[in-house]
């Protein structure tokens, strides 16, 4: 149920795992790519999905019709903030179609990341109301979080360990021998609600840290110290450390998004605030403005000049290096504020392609240079380290760059955040 970042993958490895599979994708600008081989997931490529579509035991359609008999049921839809506050709406949606196609026996499985207690309080209900059935007596119900990394190349889906939980010992039972046909390590839990806490608190350790070391970079900056190099410095530890680099944001589902699902939930349910979660969403929400700031204190104090009508160049649109992924994505937050603020924002990326973000900002895309020189431009903003960005040329012919993410090398023009 859902054939997105984790849904397509999944899919693909249950047909290479010989199941007949149903990928049931809603949105019918998505289904029309998947049923003709082209693939929106830089982690399928092309090949695999057209390979899956030839073998007959891949079907992506928005059809009731093909759900019926199914064995098993995985819910791999998003789960967004609407107001800042948890949205469940996909994952009641989901539920209820398959609500209406489920069998004696069957399984169902939801990956999408939520606060503890999703699994028992709102997928289960849905499934025994609509049916009348018991579940765990005449239907299984599990947990498996999700753990897809885009664009890692080494912890794929069928490497990655993946948790797995179950309503009843008979529902893990069941989800373990599904997921053990797909997957190469399977790792169990006693119960739900550990399995749901353990995905978002994944997130959280993440968010959390990068919080922190976003907080000392601004404190560096303040006391004139480097804090590239005083982490490089901490990074020689050989234990007790663990190494979070700074840059001008959070982006992706897992980091701005999860963890809001746990504190929210704490809070709104028992009563019970979860401080560090908040202070550190507080933190890398303003991490754009923050890096705008920055830019327009250098502009001011060096060039003589504002940010309104300055020409800028922002690399990257991506929240994360090497891939196509913009949800939420802190680059795109700070393109927003620089041209809110008047300034003439050109944007490159290789891997995001114009028509994803509209009209505005002027995306240059699938290209690695503008069309101008570089010294047209007032100011470079380095925003994703995309390895096609050469590095050497932009310090070379660029006349300011701002360096977010700690990579470029060291020159006159040169600013690290």
């Known amino acids: 149920m859902g054939q997105g970042y984790v849904g397509l993958p999944l899919a693909m490895a249950a047909v290479n795992a010989g199941h007949t599979v ?88 939801l990956e999408s990341t939520t606060h503890p207690g999703t699994t028992r309080d709102v997928v289960v209900p ?34 990655t360990p993946k948790i797995v939980a179950g309503l009843t010992p008979r529902c893990r039972d069941k989800a373990e021998e599904f997921y053990r046909t797909v997957t190469k390590n399977v790792v169990l839990a006693d119960a739900l609600e550990e399995a749901e806490l353990a995905k978002v608190f ?7 840290n990068i919080a922190l070391v976003n907080e000392l970079q601004r404190l ?68 754009p403005a923050y ?21 800028i160049l922002a690399l990257g649109l991506a929240y994360k290096a090497g891939t196509a992924d913009h949800r939420e994505s802190p680059a795109a937050q700070v393109v927003s504020l620089l041209e ?9 990326d290789p891997h995001v392609p114009p028509a994803a973000v509209g009209a505005s900002p002027k995306v240059f895309g699938p290209h690695t240079t503008p069309p101008w020189p570089l010294r047209d431009y007032d100011a470079v903003v380095l925003l994703t380290p995309h390895d096609e960005f050469d590095l050497q040329h932009i310090a070379a012919e660029a006349a300011y760059v701002l360096d977010t993410r700690g990579v470029m090398p060291d020159a006159p023009n040169i600013e690290r955040l």
């Open 202 to 208: 994944e997130n959280t350790y993440r968010q959390v």
């Open 291 to 311: 890096v705008v700031q920055r830019l327009q204190d250098t502009l001011n104090g060096r060039f003589h000049r504002g940010v309104y009508g300055a020409r």
């Open 220 to 287: 560096a900056h303040v006391l004139g110290v480097d804090v590239w190099r005083t982490l490089g410095l901490a990074d020689s530890k050989p234990f007790g450390f663990t190494r979070f680099l700074p840059g001008p944001g959070v982006g992706g589902h897992c980091l701005p998004v999860d963890p809001v699902f746990l504190s929210h939930h704490t809070r709104t349910q028992h009563g019970e605030t979860f401080r560090i979660v908040e202070l550190a969403q507080d933190i890398n929400d303003s991490q």
């Open 22 to 109: 149903t990928g049931y994708e809603p949105d019918k600008q998505r289904l029309d790519q998947l049923r003709e081989g082209r693939s929106y997931v830089e982690d399928i490529p092309d090949k695999e999905l057209r390979a899956a579509l030839d073998s007959r035991r891949y079907m992506p359609t928005r059809s009731e019709a093909y759900l019926a008999d199914f064995d098993v049921a995985v819910i791999t839809v998003p789960t967004p903030l609407t107001d800042r506050q948890p949205d469940l709406r996909h994952v009641r949606e989901a539920t209820t179609v398959l609500a209406r196609h489920l069998k004696a026996g069957a399984l169902v499985v």
């Open 340 to 348: 809110s603020k008047g300034a003439l924002v050109d944007c490159l």
């Open 126 to 159: 849905v499934l025994e109301q609509a049916t009348g059935w018991t579940a765990g007596a005449d239907f299984h119900v599990g947990f498996s979080p999700e753990r897809i990394d885009p664009g890692n190349r080494v912890w794929t889906f069928e490497n």
